[in-house]
């Protein structure tokens, strides 16, 4: 006989919190970096750090598609 994994409410709770999640990420960008051995860390969301790096990301993809650079804010 198969067991149940969870309850439906469980199920439900998962399949929104992983809703929001995905949405969460689709919108607000963020940036990783890798030290020496190779470990990530997130720089902290809204930094002066972090809006540099996006920035930076954001000109090379466009340098990288052809489209005209755009000038810095």
Known sequence: M?????SIAA?????I????RRRQ???????VVY?????????????DEQLDLIDAAERLVELVSG?????PP
């Open 2 to 6: 198969k067991e149940e994994r969870s």
């Open 25 to 31: 990420r689709e919108r607000e960008p963020r940036a």
């Open 17 to 20: 919190s992983g809703g929001v």
């Open 11 to 15: 199920r439900i709770a998962d399949t």
């Open 35 to 47: 030290d020496a051995s190779g470990e990530p860390r997130i720089v902290p969301a809204g930094s």
């Open 67 to 71: 489209a005209p650079p755009q000038p």
